[in-house]
């Protein structure tokens, strides 16, 4: 499983993006952050059934940074009491900004998502070829 993790961990880095492996203790194997705000996680698992066949089984996450989900969660109070005070100009831009901020979260991880995708899947067409020739 340690040539896995490595192969998948030299394919993201041609892609100039550095993963970070998790401790024993982790329920993950490698994160990948998108951002400040965002970021994936992935697990691995090797089955070995005989013959020098394996089932590579992967399963992968988003991961909010906790200073993401605050300040989302901040702007988006700040929102709704202006919005109670009926001061619509603050409601929109603190509305906005919590919008922004959701948005921008939701996009590193999916980014950190695709690339562990995208390296995962190299890794499964190069299997193929190399099982055909």
């Known amino acids: 499983m340690d040539e896995r993790l490595h192969a998948i961990e030299s394919t993201l880095r041609t ?27 992935l697990f691995v698992a090797v089955e070995h059934h005989g013959n020098g066949r394996q089932l ?11 200073v993401g989900l605050v300040l989302t969660a901040l702007f988006a109070a700040l929102a709704l009491g202006a919005a109670h005070d009926r001061a619509w100009q603050a409601f929109g831009a603190l509305g906005a900004a ?31 070829c190399d099982e055909h020739d």
Not at 56 to 66: G, N
Not at 98 to 104: D, H, K, M, Q
């Open 15 to 41: 892609h100039g993006l550095v993963a970070v492996r998790g401790g024993n203790f982790d329920r993950w194997d490698l994160e990948l952050w998108g951002g400040l705000l965002g970021a994936a996680r």
């Open 56 to 66: 590579l089984r992967v399963r992968s996450w988003p991961w909010c940074s906790a």
């Open 98 to 128: 919590a919008l922004l901020l959701a948005a921008r979260t939701i996009h590193e991880c999916a980014a950190a998502t695709a690339a562990f995708l995208s390296a995962i899947r190299k890794i499964e067409r190069e299997e193929k």
